[in-house]
């Protein structure tokens, strides 16, 4: 009970922290509010999801900015793409990036495309840790502790 | 926010809805991201509406072809094969007279009336609350009077 209790409170930090440090928003609360017995696990099946779809996304980004000349058409593209995905699990630095990025290429800046890339990349694999982490004591901690929003 | 709605919120939406015994509300979510598909999927049963997903303007267009129709269909504008724009067109020239709300990330003006022109009863910017799909709930209820 009382190791339980323990790994509620850990739990509870970690997202309290997730949302201090300037990593995710509102619309994560949104996710949150989804999720009831029918749907257990719905934020980190979404997370997933997201996941899966944007490190497909990283990887064309990172090939596009390879070539000579840059096309910011595309970029921006795939960028909007990442952008929608990111913003949909209330990943908010990463979108803040996002966005950045977009402004660059509307501007024609490939080395402020690059240099953006390079923080977002750093934001989006920090933010999976540590949901990865989030999750896994989430499951440790039981169900009914997943991820509900503070009274 | 605004994106959240109580237990007892829900209750009177179901309750607005359904208040003449009207068949349950069917939604079609169209979008190209899989991420917000399930979001939206999930945001619209959690109301008590069923509904279904196609991943653009196209399949969207092709699942009316074959005789489905959805009280609501939300239209995401841009995606591959057929866009929301084209797709809305296409789908009121059909004589799909459902109500349409396009749901976009984009927000310059002009963009949204390009949407809006395409035959809309109603834009949303994403991300897509629970709110935003009870006022255009609404608009349904307002139209079947």
Do not use: W
């Amino acid at each position: 009970m009382e190791r339980n209790q323990q790994l509620r409170r850990q739990l509870a930090s970690m997202r309290q922290s997730l949302f201090d440090q300037g990593h995710l928003d509102e619309q994560f609360i949104l996710l949150e509010e989804l999720q009831d017995d029918a749907n257990p696990n719905f934020v980190e099946e979404v997370v997933t999801l997201h996941y899966r779809d944007s490190a497909r996304l990283i990887t064309t980004i990172e090939r596009a900015l390879e070539k000579s000349p840059l096309d910011f058409n595309k970029l921006d593209g795939y960028m909007h793409q990442f952008k929608g995905s990111s913003t949909s699990i209330g990943a908010k630095k990463v979108k803040a990036e996002s966005t950045q990025f977009r402004e660059y290429c509307e501007a024609g800046n490939g080395e402020g495309c690059m240099k953006t890339f390079q923080l977002l990349k750093r934001d989006y694999a920090t933010l999976r840790r540590k949901l990865e982490a989030y999750f896994q004591l989430a499951r440790q901690a039981g169900p009914n502790e997943i991820a509900c929003r503070p009274k | 926010m605004g994106g959240s709605m109580k237990a007892p919120e829900k209750e009177i939406l179901g309750t607005k809805m359904n208040h003449r015994h009207r068949p349950k509300i069917t939604a079609l979510v169209v979008d190209d991201n899989m991420v917000v598909r399930a979001i939206h999927h999930r945001l619209l049963q959690d109301l008590g509406i069923e509904n279904q997903v196609a991943v653009n303007g196209k399949e969207a267009v092709d699942v009316h072809s074959s005789g489905q129709y959805f009280d609501l269909i939300l239209m995401d504008m841009d995606m591959p094969v057929m866009n929301g724009i084209e797709a809305t067109r296409k789908l009121r020239a059909m004589g799909i007279r459902s109500t349409i709300a396009g749901i976009s990330s984009r927000s310059l003006e002009r963009e949204k009336q390009e949407f809006m022109e395409a035959g809309l009863d109603d834009y949303h910017e994403k991300p897509l609350t629970a709110d935003k799909i009870v006022s255009i709930l609404h608009k349904i209820s307002n139209h079947s009077g």
